[in-house]
């Protein structure tokens, strides 16, 4: 038997991230997370000022983690192909121990809420500075806006897609399993294991890629 977690504000929490990946923002009503967190609505007003609080916690938390597996990479002195490794490994584990929170954080824009838009926008500029301090560390000319614009963006923009497909590859298998039937048509990566070792060899392909591209810019520059 599953252990509820005692923290109304985790429980909260918890079950927004998931409303939110599976359902979008706009759909999910404040009264459906209350009652999938088991509170009632007068406590998620009082942790998170309404569903608008929960997503901007959700926001805050995805990127405050996202920063950290940014920051915790090897030593400064270490060579170039080290921290790359280190930079890559960080990421994707931060995709897989948050697939949804990340997709709740990073793909729900509500542009109709100046509130939200600035928010993203602080931790934006925040991921900018630490991603230019990396590079200048690597022999990158962070002041080449070109340059920046694709080396800053390549790394998410792979690694944003590969989890948003796998996602929706698990639910085609989920919906599958429950109807007890096959899909007319199904790719094969809704039979992948995504385990450790499919992940291993996905880190070192990328860490390659993005190591020649990164050494071909740094060169020409």
């Known amino acids: 038997m599953k252990k509820i977690d005692e923290n109304p504000k985790k429980r909260i929490f918890d079950a927004?991230?998931?409303l939110f990946a599976h359902k979008g923002f706009a759909a999910v009503r404040t009264r459906e997370i209350?009652?999938?967190?088991?509170?009632n609505?007068?406590?998620?007003?009082?942790y998170f000022g309404g569903k608008l609080g929960v997503l901007r916690a959700i926001i805050n938390e995805s990127y405050a983690k996202f920063y950290q597996a940014i920051t915790d990479v090897a030593n400064k002195d270490a060579p170039r192909e080290e921290r790359v490794k280190c930079l890559v490994k960080n990421l994707i584990d931060f995709y897989r121990s948050n697939r949804e929170l990340a997709m709740v954080g990073f793909n729900t824009l509500p542009i109709d809420i100046p509130e939200m838009l600035d928010l993203k926008m602080t931790w934006i500029t925040e991921y900018r500075a630490r991603l230019n301090k990396f590079f200048n560390q690597l022999g990158l000319d962070t002041r080449d806006t070109?340059?920046?614009?694709?080396m800053r963006g390549i790394?998410?923009?792979i690694l944003s897609s590969h989890f948003?497909?796998?996602f929706m590859y698990e639910h085609?298998?989920?919906v599958a399993d429950q109807s007890r039937r096959q899909p007319t048509k199904m790719t094969p990566e809704v039979h992948l294991k995504y385990d450790d070792v499919y992940y291993k060899r996905f880190g070192e392909l990328l860490s390659a890629f993005y190591?020649?591209?990164?050494?071909?810019v740094i060169d020409k520059g």
Request: charged share 10%; proline share 0%.
């Open 16 to 18: 927004a991230v998931v």
């Open 34 to 39: 209350a009652e999938k967190a088991g509170v």
């Open 41 to 46: 609505i007068a406590m998620l007003n009082y």
């Open 146 to 150: 070109v340059k920046m614009s694709f």
């Open 155 to 157: 790394l998410c923009a």
């Open 164 to 166: 948003n497909m796998r």
């Open 172 to 174: 085609i298998a989920q």
């Open 211 to 216: 190591l020649n591209g990164l050494n071909s």
